[in-house]
């Protein structure tokens, strides 16, 4: 049986995650910040900053190259592999 023969069987869209309780929590792996709270010189230059990383060469990594624009991501393309 295949996923599309689960969806048609079960009227609707799969959820792998159904029923399923996380403990992740966003805040542990990323910081935010309240750009009100930003001079304009710190906001120019995280956008300089952030210019310069994403223009770097991402040396044949496909997924760096995704993340920085570089390439167009491929929907049809399993991640896992």
């Known amino acids: ?5 689960l969806e048609k069987d079960n009227k609707g869209s799969y959820d792998q995650f159904k029923g399923r309780n996380t403990t992740y929590k966003e805040s542990l792996y990323n910081v935010s910040y309240d750009q009100s709270k930003l001079s304009k010189e710190e906001i120019a230059r ?3 900053i952030e210019r310069e990383i994403n223009s770097q060469d ?7 190259a995704e993340e920085r ?5 491929r929907d049809n393309e ?4």
């Open 1 to 5: 049986m295949s996923l599309n023969d």
């Open 46 to 48: 995280a956008e300089r």
């Open 58 to 64: 991402a040396k044949g990594n496909r997924h760096l």
């Open 69 to 73: 624009g570089q390439v167009a991501m």
């Open 78 to 81: 399993n991640e896992e592999i």
